[in-house]
Nanobody
Framework: QVQLVESGGGLVQAGDSLRLSCVASGRTFRYHSVGWFRQAPGKEREIVAAIDWTGTRSYYADSVEGRFTMSRDNAKNTVYLQMNSAKPEDTAVYYC???????????????????WGQGTQVTVSS
């Protein structure tokens, strides 16, 4: 099992940048693919970005492609989500999650993720 703690959320203005961090505990974290999801009020949870266990392959939702960058530092058991050119529609609670399997590729559906953080609120004002 992997425990995940997100941080870095807050209130920003449209066009600003924000970096979210997700620190994990557990020796096997470095072998799990990781995803960032978000859930806005009244909406379903959606994937934002995902990265494989090596950190060499990543996926981005169309809505954030070119603005967000996901990365990981396995030596620090940490993944990041760099959010640039923030938009009001990015407002949501952001969650990081680790997959069920080890040494896997990109996973884009929430059922493929076993362990979740508590979330961090991101609010983008217009």
């Amino acid at each position: 099992q992997v425990q995940l703690v997100e941080s870095g959320g807050g209130l920003v203005q449209a066009g600003d940048s924000l970096r979210l961090s997700c620190v994990a505990s557990g020796r096997t974290f470095r072998y799990h693919s990781v995803g960032w999801f978000r859930q806005a009020p009244g909406k379903e949870r959606e994937i934002v970005a995902a990265i494989d266990w090596t950190g060499t392959r990543s996926y981005y939702a169309d809505s954030v492609e070119g603005r967000f960058t996901m990365s990981r530092d396995n030596a620090k058991n940490t993944v990041y989500l760099q959010m640039n050119s923030a938009k009001p529609e990015d407002t949501a609670v952001y969650y990081c999650a680790a997959t069920w399997d080890n040494f896997g590729g990109i996973r884009t559906t929430d059922v493929e993720y076993a362990d979740w953080g508590q979330g961090t609120q991101v609010t983008v004002s217009s």
